[in-house]
């Protein structure tokens, strides 16, 4: 296992932050929702379904809404 140095020499995978931020909006939707489980439909617009996506991969994660 290789652990990332310390002192500001940090990678970002900007793929795998926007998968994580997704994975918290869910749980942020699953925590707030009525009964034991979301929609698919619910589910698809948490993970903003069928929106255009960024061309551009620095702009792989998902935009906020208001931002």
Do not use: F, K, W, Y
Not at 7 to 14: I, K
Not at 21 to 45: M, T, V, Y
């Amino acid at each position: 296992m290789h652990v990332a140095p310390a002192g500001g020499t940090a990678v970002q995978d900007h793929v795998a932050l926007a998968e994580i931020e997704l994975c918290g909006e869910l749980i942020i939707a699953a925590s707030a929702a009525r009964g034991d489980r979301l929609s698919p439909a619910r589910i698809d617009e948490v993970l903003r379904v069928g929106e255009e996506r960024a061309t551009d991969p620095r702009e792989d994660a998902p935009r906020r809404r208001g931002a």
